[in-house]
Structure formats: structure tokens, C-alpha cells
């Protein structure tokens, strides 16, 4: 069966959460990790979001994968396509976000795009083309400080136009209160002017909404998640859309574990809440940058235990922990040890039976599947705002939750375990 959607996403915690938007609004949704590159069975997927890694790589790079992403997109039938970028609009003067979106609305042979990376939720909001975090503008925030991509501007369109070939408009948020036809005729204007980006104004998932409304007929979105809030109504209005299903959950039963990777606040207090629950073990990060075999020994540890209960293994520690860590062995040193460590204990402790995993922290979860070779994912229902239950597509079926570190309440391991059949 042909898919509707197919979005294409710049990084992989921005691909779950636009799925995640995508699952609330009733549409059946998959996550690949990059094209798979030979056939994945996707189920009764109604949206594929493709998770790349195309922010900060380089321009050429990244317009190819992007470019990749969309003709597999095409392949599957998508009718319409969505560029997600992140709401504070991560990108510098040389890209990624105009050059990927120029090459995509060249392929698509079409000539508008709108513009919008407004996630009210998180206090993201985009006022006469200018975008706000919290009460900040942009450039005010701590985005301007970003390592890899600092913000020092809050105009969208001059951004945009600094990165792309093609020119950029506003629309205002005047147009888009007054409704879905008025801002239509806006983008229609704008795009009988030669303009191809309309950037659009939206303080509310109300306006959001709206934007989707005007754009059903439009063959390219742009925008962080919350653009797409209204996308699954345009195909349930044309008809090719059930009304809302309830996603499911994983179906994989078998021992669980939790992987924590993460330092940060909330999953500090998450592994506290379980460390007197269930059988815990610490890396010791002194040990694993010394060359000992911290992993195999996690690994034995683990296979020791019960497997009727939950395990944790986490590196997870306080700043000044951290702190002293980081200042022994290098950040990006310890970072990367502590990362594969926890992949590769991943890897050994599926291969020996486990088949529920909870992993918390980003760049930990990348590690994670990538060293369990996942390809692709069938998003599950909500365990907390913004992290769902996962189903690997290939088997051996695995239950998945890959929380960003800041996510989740404390309760989280607990609660996202008990849902689980
Ligand atoms: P978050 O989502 O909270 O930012 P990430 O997994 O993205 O979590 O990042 C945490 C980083 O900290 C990873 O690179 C991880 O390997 C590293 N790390 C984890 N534990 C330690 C530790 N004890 N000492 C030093 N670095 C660590």
C-alpha cells in the first residue's frame, strides 16, 4: 500500500518527534534510520519519516542524502513531503536548511514551500517572520552560543535567504488567524511573485493547524514538528485517511533492560528512582579509558541476573563527576568510550535474550541503534510528551523507548515497562 506522507528529517531525535506528532493525529508512522538499503517490510505505514544526519554534515552531503531520502519517499507513493528542521532553525550561513530545501522543491519540480519551525509547546513561536524561545528572540537566546550552530540572527527569511538560491516572504500573522483560505491566497501570491519560502507566522497550535490546512495541496512542507500537527486531517478530509487508530504497543516479550547513557538532570533522578528496584550496575569510566574489559564484565554481570526482572546498566553521573572524568581522559574521548561501551553491552545483551530496551539520552540511543543495526522503527504510543514506545521493523522484534536525556518523569523506566503487555 502507498504511503501519504514521507517526510525527511535532519536528525534523529527531530525524526521521533515529528513521528510522534504524526502518531497523535491518527496516522500509522515508521521511522527509518537513514534509507534502508535493501527492502524493509514498513507494515501498514501510512507516513515514513526518514531520520538523517544531515544538520551540521556537510552541504553537498547532506543535499545528497536528503535527495536520496526523497526519491525512496517517491518510490514508497508519498503524495506530500515534509522537510523537518529543528525549531530553533539549526543552521549556518552555509546551510543545511535553504540548500536542502531548494533541492527538494527542484526534484519535486515545484516553485513554493512553506516555512515554519513554530513548536508552541516548547515555547517556539515565529511573530512577523521573526522567531522567538520563551520570551527571547533567537539571537538573544542561548542559541546564539550553540557549538555548532549559533543563531545570531531571528529573522527567518534573511537566514533563509543567506543559505538559498531562492527568495523568502513573510506570512504575517494577521493572514493567518483570519483562517486557512486567506493564508492560501497568501502563499499563492507569494508564490506569483517569485517567492519561493513563505514563512509564516504561528504562536499557537491553532495557527499551526491552519498553516496544515492551506497546505494540502502543496506537494513540499517545511518546518520543525509542529507544522504537521494539521497535515493528517488533509488526508483524512480527501478521504484517504481512516479516522484516528490508536497506535500500538510493542508486542516483544522477553527480559528488559535499561541503558543511561545520559547525565543529564532527569535521568539522574530516573536512575535514582530505580537503583534500590532492580539489579544496577555502573560503568566506571576510569576503568573502561584504562583498556579494561568494563563491557564484557557488564555483560557477564548481566546474564548472572534474573531475567524476570529489569536490569539497568548507566554511566550516568552528576557534574562533577563528569567534570573530573572529562578533565582526565577528554570529553569527546570519554564520550565516545562511555557511548560504544553501552552500544556494544546493548548488542551482546540482545543477542543473549533481551528484547526490551529503554535507552536514555541521545547521542546514547544513536549508539545504541546503530550498534544494534536497527533500520527501521514502528512508532508506538506516548510513555511521556515526546518519547514513544518503538518497534524495531526487523526481527528479532524489539521494544524500543529511546528518551532524549531531559525527557520523562521520574518514574519513566517503571511506568514505560508497565505498559508493555
Ligand atoms: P543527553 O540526551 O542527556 O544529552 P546523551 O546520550 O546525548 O544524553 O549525551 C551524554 C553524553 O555523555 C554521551 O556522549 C555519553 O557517552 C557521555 N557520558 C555518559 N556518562 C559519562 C560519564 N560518566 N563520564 C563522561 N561522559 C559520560
Redesign the pocket.
Known amino acids: 500500500m502507498a504511503i501519504l506522507l514521507g517526510a525527511i528529517a535532519d536528525d534523529f531525535?527531530g525524526a521521533t518527534d515529528l513521528a510522534n506528532t504524526l502518531v497523535s493525529q491518527g496516522m500509522r508512522t515508521v521511522q527509518t534510520i537513514g534509507v534502508p538499503q535493501t527492502d524493509l517490510d514498513l507494515g501498514d505505514a501510512e507516513a515514513v519519516v526518514v531520520a538523517l544526519k544531515s544538520r551540521t554534515a556537510p552541504v553537498t552531503e547532506a543535499v545528497s542524502a536528503s535527495l536520496e531520502a526523497l526519491d525512496w519517499l517517491r518510490h514508497l507513493g508519498a503524495r506530500q513531503f515534509f522537510f523537518k528542521y529543528c525549531s530553533t532553525f539549526d543552521s549556518t550561513p552555509a546551510g543545511n536548511i535553504g540548500p536542502i530545501a531548494d533541492a527538494l522543491l527542484d526534484a519535486l519540480d515545484d516553485d513554493f514551500a512553506l516555512v515554519c519551525p513554530a513548536f508552541p509547546a516548547n515555547g517556539r513561536s515565529v511573530y512577523l517572520g521573526h522567531l522567538f524561545v520563551g520570551n527571547q528572540l533567537l539571537s538573544d537566546s542561548s542559541m546564539k552560543d550553540h557549538p555548532l550552530t549559533p543563531m545570531r540572527d531571528s529573522s527567518l527569511p534573511r537566514l533563509l535567504q543567506a543559505q538559498s538560491k531562492r527568495r523568502a516572504g513573510v506570512i504575517p500573522y494577521p493572514t493567518v488567524t483570519t483562517g486557512a483560505e486567506a493564508t492560501r491566497t497568501a502563499c499563492d501570491k507569494l508564490r506569483a511573485a517569485g517567492i519561493s519560502y513563505g514563512v509564516a507566522d504561528a504562536l499557537t497550535d491553532v495557527d499551526l493547524l491552519t498553516l496544515g490546512a492551506a497546505a494540502a495541496n502543496h506537494k513540499l512542507v517545511t518546518g520543525g514538528s509542529g507544522i504537521a500537527l494539521g497535515l493528517p486531517a488533509n488526508f483524512r478530509h480527501q478521504g484517504r485517511l481512516d479516522e484516528p487508530v490508536n497506535p500500538k504497543l510493542p508486542t516483544a516479550t522477553g527480559p528488559a533492560m535499561v541503558i543511561?547513557?545520559?547525565?543529564?538532570e532527569?535521568?539522574r533522578g530516573q536512575v535514582d528512582h530505580v537503583r534500590d528496584l532492580w539489579p544496577c550496575l555502573?560503568?566506571d569510566?576510569d576503568r573502561l579509558a584504562n583498556g579494561e574489559p568494563v563491557a564484557d564484565e557488564a555483560v557477564a554481570w548481566a546474564r548472572d541476573q534474573s531475567r524476570a526482572t529489569p536490569l539497568m546498566i548507566?554511566?550516568?553521573?552528576n557534574p562533577d563527576?563528569?567534570a573530573r572524568?572529562?578533565a582526565t581522559?577528554g570529553?569527546?574521548a570519554?564520550?565516545?568510550?562511555?557511548?560504544?561501551?553501552?552500544g556494544w553491552i546493548a548488542h551482546d545483551l540482545v543477542d543473549g535474550g533481551w528484547r526490551r530496551l529503554i535507552v536514555?539520552?541521545?547521542?546514547?540511543?544513536?549508539?545504541v541503534v546503530s550498534a544494534l543495526g536497527v533500520r527501521g522503527l514502528r512508532i508506538g504510543p506516548e510513555i511521556d510528551p515526546g518519547v514513544p514506545w518503538t518497534e524495531t521493523l526487523d526481527t528479532p522484534h524489539l521494544a524500543l523507548a529511546l528518551?532524549?536525556?531531559?525527557?520523562g518523569a521520574e518514574d519513566f523506566f517503571s511506568r514505560a515497562l508497565e505498559m508493555l503487555p
Do not use: D, P, W
Request: aromatic share 4%.
Open positions: 531525535t543511561a547513557g545520559s547525565c543529564s532527569a535521568t555502573k560503568l569510566v548507566y554511566s550516568s553521573a563527576e563528569i572524568v572529562q581522559h570529553r569527546e570519554a564520550g565516545t568510550l562511555v557511548e560504544e561501551a553501552l536514555a539520552g541521545g547521542e546514547t540511543s544513536g549508539a528518551k532524549s536525556g531531559n525527557f
